[in-house]
């Protein structure tokens, strides 16, 4: 691996030197030969393995620990960092630099009273959805790999530690920005300095003046509205929508008591420490907009003479919601077959772009159809995934589908799917029609309890065979195959709705 050291080079002050603390018996225990090839394909060897698990020296690697802050269940913590990852460097690659953090790589000086440690639940965890979430195109921080160890760790139980090998474009969280504008008082200097950095290298087509600010804040904004919408899209609630785990880029990023939805289920809450449900499924978009406004209010000092937020900042999350439904409405679109979506069938397409916040006759009577159905898949105690996975199924121009056998309430199911039938209107091809919904709903998702079952071999047996078949299915999850079809069933009943603890 070939590192760069432009953050530890040019932000010094942002950061404490630390090195990682050498781990007992390192094993591979996951690999990621995709994630490889973004940072020129390193070999899973013997020294590799001493190296990314902090217990020999990588060469070229910088180790230090990152200093920001966070609203966390919306109360402000004035000091966190990174308490248990420690960042090498930024590996070269074909296509940019990635961060490699060893996260769970022993103690900092912003561990507070933790070990420094990840238990290897959920670093299997974060090794596994890191690289579901890129297959499904989400925007993600991406796993190298998983490393096991016999480290005993303890938690509310005695656990073993291990640690995840994580790529990022970059760390750089909202958080940073709050450590700067609120915690270390009067140090505008290091607020510009941070934005600066941030938009040279993360948004190196902007300016580094008010416009330029302005404009990189606009950017902000429309990353987060993207990736919330494809959270949304897929049925993937995060469960720590804090501030200091919001990336700069709006990639998805630290991955603790996160789930995908079995069941259709609007206030689904998946992190069993949310006792209010404020990272609930359905809150996801309205916190993203509520983080927003706290980095709108970190950034102020830079932006306005006085202490109120500019009203460019205003103008920047009023695009938010338009933003939001804008991505969400392609790709929900897509998998529903809508015709004449705009911005064709590419979800991502720039040319989809309207800031206004008025929506579009069609808009509207899309999302009202989208959300009758999320609502007879909740009444009628659907499965998300597989629900959506039959529309690649569909003979669209008949009045009887395959999808209808699964509703208990026929009668509200057949008045929906008139309406739809009429939506997607007169399709040439329905081949191409059935594969192109494939192409966007996927067979696989990392459903919580299949995750389980990789960790319980691992815990029991040392056995990591159950993980590594289903990185395989997750990793091209939109071609059934029979080999992994036991991935693609509802969950049994013992893992339904599994709820994590947050203790990681
Ligand atoms: N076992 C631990 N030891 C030390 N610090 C910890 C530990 N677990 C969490 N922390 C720290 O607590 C804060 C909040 O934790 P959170 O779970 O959001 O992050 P994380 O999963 O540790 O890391 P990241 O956000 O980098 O993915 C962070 O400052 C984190 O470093
Ligand atoms: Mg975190």
């Not at 904004?221 to 899209?233: G, R």
């Not at 996975?389 to 199911?413: E, P, T």
């Amino acid at each position: 691996m070939e590192f760069k050291q432009d953050f530890f080079e040019q932000l010094e002050g942002f950061y404490s030197q630390v090195y990682p603390t050498p781990i007992s018996n390192p094993h591979w225990l996951g690999w990621s030969a995709e994630a490889a090839k973004l940072i020129g394909n390193p070999v899973a060897d013997d020294d590799l393995l001493m190296q990314l698990s902090g217990n020999i020296a990588a060469p070229g690697a910088s180790y230090y620990a990152q200093v920001y802050s966070g609203h966390q269940f919306g109360g402000y913590t004035p000091r966190l960092g990174d308490g248990r990852s420690i960042i090498l460097g930024e590996a070269l690659g074909d296509a940019g630099a990635w961060d490699v953090a060893i996260k769970g790589g022993g103690p900092t000086p912003y561990s507070r009273h933790g070990d420094g440690r990840a238990v290897m639940r959920s670093a299997v965890r974060e090794f596994l959805i890191s690289e579901a979430l890129a297959a499904l195109n989400v925007p993600t921080t991406r796993a190298l790999a998983v490393i096991g160890s016999d480290l005993p760790v303890y938690r509310e139980d005695q656990e073993t530690a291990a640690i995840t090998v994580r790529l990022a474009k970059t760390h750089i969280r909202f958080g940073h920005f709050e450590y700067f504008c609120h915690s270390e008082q009067g140090s505008a200097t290091k607020l510009k300095q941070l934005v600066d950095f941030t938009i040279k290298q993360h948004f190196p087509h902007l300016s580094c003046d008010r416009a330029g600010y302005v404009q990189w804040f606009n950017e902000v904004v429309a990353l987060t509205a993207k990736m919330i919408a494809h959270w949304q899209s897929v049925g993937f609630a995060h469960g720590v929508m804090n501030t200091d785990n919001m990336s700069i880029i709006g990639d998805s990023f630290d991955f603790g008591p996160f789930s995908f939805l079995d069941t259709f289920k609007e206030d689904f809450i998946c992190n069993h420490s949310d006792h209010n449900g404020r990272y609930a499924f359905g809150q996801q978009p309205g916190i993203g907009l509520w983080n927003l406004q706290r980095l709108a209010q970190a950034l102020t000092p830079l932006i306005s003479s006085d202490d109120l937020t500019s009203d460019d900042l205003v103008a920047a999350l009023n695009t938010y919601q338009a933003e939001l439904v804008k991505h969400y409405l392609a790709l929900m679109g897509n998998k529903f077959g809508f015709s004449g979506l705009d911005g064709g069938s590419d979800a991502n397409s720039e040319n989809a772009s309207s800031k206004s916040s008025e929506l579009t006759k069609q808009q509207s009577e899309d999302l009202k159809l989208i959300g009758q159905f999320t609502e007879l898949l909740e009444r009628n105690h659907l499965d998300y995934t597989l629900a959506f996975r039959q529309f690649g199924k569909l003979d669209i121009a008949s009045q009887h589908s395959s999808l209808r056998d699964d509703f208990v309430d026929l009668a509200g199911f057949d008045d929906w799917y008139q309406a739809y039938q009429k939506r997607v209107g007169c399709v040439d091809d329905l081949a191409l029609w059935q594969q192109a919904r494939d192409n966007c709903n996927p067979a696989y998702i990392l459903r919580n309890y299949l995750a389980q079952e990789a960790i319980i071999d691992i815990e029991q047996h040392g056995d990591n065979r159950k993980l590594k078949q289903l990185q395989r299915a997750l990793a091209t999850p939109f071609t059934e195959r029979a080999e992994f079809e036991h991935f693609a069933q509802r969950p049994p009943q013992w893992g339904e709705g599994l709820i994590l603890s947050c203790s990681s």
